[in-house]
T-cell receptor
């Protein structure tokens, strides 16, 4: 069964500093990988996705992520964070079995705190 | 364009009762998925419906059921509510099967079981 691990429950970063959120997945075939952000009281917003091709993926709000097959990782990065980036971030993996689909498997999330 | 809409926003029920949650997908989207998000956890997949047929089911008991209507809107039903069913229930729609096509999430329904 597929799984997603986000090893950092909380991360604190100073405003203007760079950010990297870690994500490791377990899946037998080529995964479909996603990063979502959830602000308090809000639904999930898609930041970026990887299906195939270039392993460095650009997303919205200045975020990017790099797929590394050898490390089973899909880490999210941003060169300079803003106070408005404070939120919960979820990594997710999807699968398609041909006969059906099991939706997305999410990690437990990383809570990002921005220090002024 | 309107995003995914869910109703109601909040709901309080008593143990043993039944609840129905509703979701309207983005226009043109034929797939609707349901997720349960317990406080402090990531969303867990419950169901996916595509073209009105169930196309995926997560590890949830038979008390959970869903259906998709001809206009692609969907209902999630939960019978015999337990305290542990208290959670944010998220609906997501996509053009095609979830896991392949990106999903767009609604704001959720917050269910509290007392």
């Amino acid at each position: 069964a597929q799984s997603v691990t986000q090893p950092d429950i909380h991360i604190t970063v100073s405003e203007g500093a760079s950010l990297e959120l870690r994500c490791n997945y377990s899946y037998g075939a080529t995964p479909y990988l996603f990063w979502y952000v959830q602000s308090p009281g809000q639904g999930l917003q898609l930041l970026l996705k990887y299906f195939s091709g270039d392993t460095l993926v650009q997303g919205i709000k200045g975020f990017e992520a790099e797929f590394k097959r050898s490390q089973s990782s899909f880490n999210l990065r941003k060169p300079s964070v803003h106070w408005s980036d404070a939120a919960e971030y979820f990594c997710a993996v999807g699968q398609f079995s041909g006969g059906g689909a099991d939706g997305l498997t999410f990690g437990k999330g990383t809570h990002l705190i921005i220090q002024p | 364009d309107a995003g995914v809409t869910q109703s109601p926003t909040h709901l309080i029920k008593t143990r043993g009762q039944h609840v129905t949650l509703r979701c309207s997908p983005i226009s043109g989207h034929k797939s609707v998925s349901w997720y349960q998000q317990v406080l402090g956890q990531g969303p867990q997949f419950i169901f996916q419906y595509y073209e009105k047929e169930e196309r995926g089911r997560g590890n949830f008991p038979d008390r959970f059921s869903a259906r998709q209507f001809p206009n692609y809107s969907s209902e999630l039903n939960v019978n015999a509510l337990l305290l542990g069913d208290s959670a944010l229930y998220l609906c997501a729609s996509s053009l095609g099967l979830a896991g392949v096509y990106e999903q767009y999430f609604g704001p959720g329904t917050r269910l509290t079981v007392t």
